[in-house]
């Protein structure tokens, strides 16, 4: 049974930083694709970040980009997201997402297995 595993939110700043962690279990990482998503309240469900776990090739938002890094620790079976100069608009639930095909894609309809979410609030 594949299990994702979200820790690392809470209440910041503006111009703060934190690191999400996804702790997944179940999975063979040679072979799969990463992502986290994020979605406010009465919104979309939107990319924010992916990492193929083979070859660490990533991806990003415009939006987050030079802001925002994915990462992992193969050690840990882990994947991170570092924040930094956060805005209040970056206020949303998170969710880390995995999927079997290690080919790059932003839509959440590609992803297999889902976290329960971690909610991040930055504060004005």
Known sequence: QVQLVESGGGLVQTGGSLRLSCEASGLTFS???LAWFRQAPGGER???AGIRWSDIITA??????GRFTISR???K???YLQMNT???EDTATYYCAAKINPKVTTTQWAFNYWGQGAQVTVSS
Do not use: C, G, I, W
Request: glycine fraction near 0%.
């Open 73 to 75: 620790d193969s050690a």
């Open 46 to 48: 939107e990319f924010v």
């Open 31 to 33: 072979s799969y694709y």
């Open 77 to 79: 079976n882990t994947v």
């Open 86 to 88: 956060l805005k209040p």
């Open 60 to 65: 990003y938002a415009d939006s987050v980009k």
